[in-house]
């Protein structure tokens, strides 16, 4: 597999852990790849309960998090990673969702959310929102319309 370079003018997320989730196939492929291109290791969940698990063995830098998804949202797994006692609570978090009107009536979507982006995402802005989360401190209560 090729690695991303400046050449190509992709993020070098190489050493950065991303939990994905997302109950689609398709999705959860396409930015897993997107993401691998880009040097990070990638640890792709197809549900929160499945995330979850991920999360009990791996710190993950950045989480890029499904909205709409069966048996719990993306804004309610990200509430409890929001509540976890340790570094977990306060991963940067990037949300995807088919259906920006209902993620954005969530009440406290800022809280679990640092930015979010309707499908079909649009990839280079995607990678630079993720490159900026990775560089600085979370920074709670801050919900970037990208």
Do not use: N
């Amino acid at each position: 597999m090729l690695r991303a370079s400046a050449d190509f003018g992709f993020p070098d997320f190489t050493g950065s852990t991303i939990l994905l989730v997302d109950d689609h196939r398709d999705s959860l492929d396409f930015l897993g790849e997107i993401l691998r291109f880009c040097g990070a290791t990638v640890l792709a969940a197809w549900s929160t309960a499945h995330a979850r698990r991920h999360l009990r063995i791996f710190a993950p830098r950045l989480i890029v998090c499904d909205f709409q998804m069966p048996r719990e949202t993306g804004v309610e797994f990200m509430r409890w990673v929001r509540t976890q006692a340790d570094e977990r609570a306060t991963i940067p978090a990037i949300a995807v969702t088919g259906y920006a009107r209902d993620f954005l009536r969530q009440r406290d979507v800022a809280f679990a959310f640092d930015a979010y982006f309707e499908k079909p995402v649009d990839v280079p802005r995607v990678l630079a929102m993720a490159e900026v989360l990775l560089l600085k401190p979370r920074r709670r209560g801050e919900l970037k319309r990208a």
